[in-house]
Every structure is written in C-alpha cells, then in structure tokens.
Antibody, heavy 122, light 112 residues
C-alpha cells in the first residue's frame, strides 16, 4: 500500500538545524510531488513547501524562505526537509504528504506521513 | 491568523447533520480555486476527506459531502457518529503569497 514513513522525533537547541526524512513506498516516487506541512501544539496546519521529485524543483512558503530546504534522493525514494536557525516557536509536528492533484493550483494531499515531532528548547 | 477562516468549533448530537464553513477571498476560493477537506482524529495525521470541492476518495462514507460557492466552501456531515469527533481543516490555493497552498484554522467537531 502507499505509505510515507518519517524519521523519529528530534530535539534541538535554538539556532540549530534539523533534517527530517520521509520515505515513500508503494508507488513510483517520481510521479508525485511531496509537500511538507507543520502543526504547532494545539494549532492549525501550516503549509511549508513542496518538491518535484523528478526535477528537484522546489517552492517554499514565503514565511519559511531562507530557512527551509527541501531535497530528495530518488535512489531511495526519500524526501527531506531541513529547517535552520531554529526557534522555540518552531516546536511542532512536521508532516510530509503526497500531492495527488493535477497541477500546483489543484493540489490535495494523500496520504500523509505519521509526523515527526521537532522540539526546540534550550 | 489563517488565510481561510473556519469556526473554531461545532457540535451536534448523534444522527444529526452539521456543517463546517470555510471562508476565503478572491485570491483563493473565489479565484476560483478548488477546496479540499481533511479529518484529523486526536493524535493522528490528517486524512483526506473531500477533494476538488465535492469528491470523496474511496472509502470515505457518503455521509460526508462538500460544496463551494463564491468565496466560501462547506463540509456537511450527516448521520453524525461518535467516531466523527475530530478536527476538520479546509485547504485551497492562494495567489497572494507568491502562490501557495493554504489551510483553514481548523474546526473541532464535538459529538454530544
């Protein structure tokens, strides 16, 4: 079955970076974009960006530009999200999700990874 | 402050019908761009519930339906069940932020 499996929980100090992985299985990795979405404790979902696994092209939410980098390794069907200059308010669950839409404007997410909790604390 | 506005909470008794609204603007829902809905059960990842305004993925009961009109969209749930208690999020595309996906603030559904 189609599945996205993310790496485990991380704890970082303010100012550090974190890199979360998302391994896809059950489908051809290069056929669908991968998005990253985060959710702070008790808060709403927040879109961070996407990657085209075929070309490596990316698009990031304005809020995260300069701090987030999404990459992929097609040989192991894995996408990565790296967030730098971490602050305590970056503490959140980070999700990857496959894009099932027909283009970047008509874009919906299914399935989602199980989530990776990133805690930023001194 | 989310780009798409949802009521923080709604509630209903088992068997009843509830609706959850999602209000946007001319740069997203009103453009018009499609709206999609997700259900997030406590402690779990979101799950796709409705895509393309009103289409249900395989396995989603027909008790769930979606609609879009103007700058708003709605999710309706009929025959409310205890298992429906969850957070619900709408999602669309927005052109005002150099093109990006946007989510609503989420609505907590309580089954009384």
């Amino acid at each position: 079955q189609v599945q996205l499996v993310q790496s485990g929980a991380e704890v970082r100090k303010p100012g550090a970076s974190v890199k979360v992985s998302c391994k896809a299985s059950g489908y051809t990795f290069t056929n669908f974009y991968i998005h990253w979405v985060r959710q702070a404790p008790g808060q709403a979902l927040e879109w961070m960006g996407w990657i085209n696994p075929t070309s490596g092209g990316t698009n990031y939410a304005q809020k995260f530009r300069g701090r987030v980098t999404i990459t992929r390794d097609t040989s192991i069907s894995t996408a990565y999200m790296e967030l730098s200059s971490l602050r305590p308010d970056d503490t959140a669950m980070y999700y990857c999700a496959r894009d099932l839409g027909v283009n970047m404007i008509v874009s919906w997410f299914d399935p989602w990874g199980q989530g990776t909790l990133v805690t930023v604390s001194s | 402050q989310s780009v798409l506005t949802q009521p923080p909470s709604v509630s209903g008794a088992p068997g009843q019908r509830v609706t959850i609204s999602c209000t946007g603007s001319d740069s997203n829902i009103g453009a018009p761009y499609h709206v999609h809905w997700y259900q997030q059960l406590p402690g779990t990842a979101p799950k796709l519930l409705i895509y393309g305004d009103n289409k249900r993925p395989s396995g989603v009961p027909d008790r769930f339906s979606g609609s879009r009109s103007g700058t708003s969209a709605s999710l309706a749930i009929t025959g409310l069940q205890a298992a429906d208690e969850a957070d619900y999020y709408c999602q669309s595309y927005d052109t005002s932020l150099s093109g990006s996906s946007v989510f609503g603030g989420g609505t907590k559904l309580t089954v009384l």
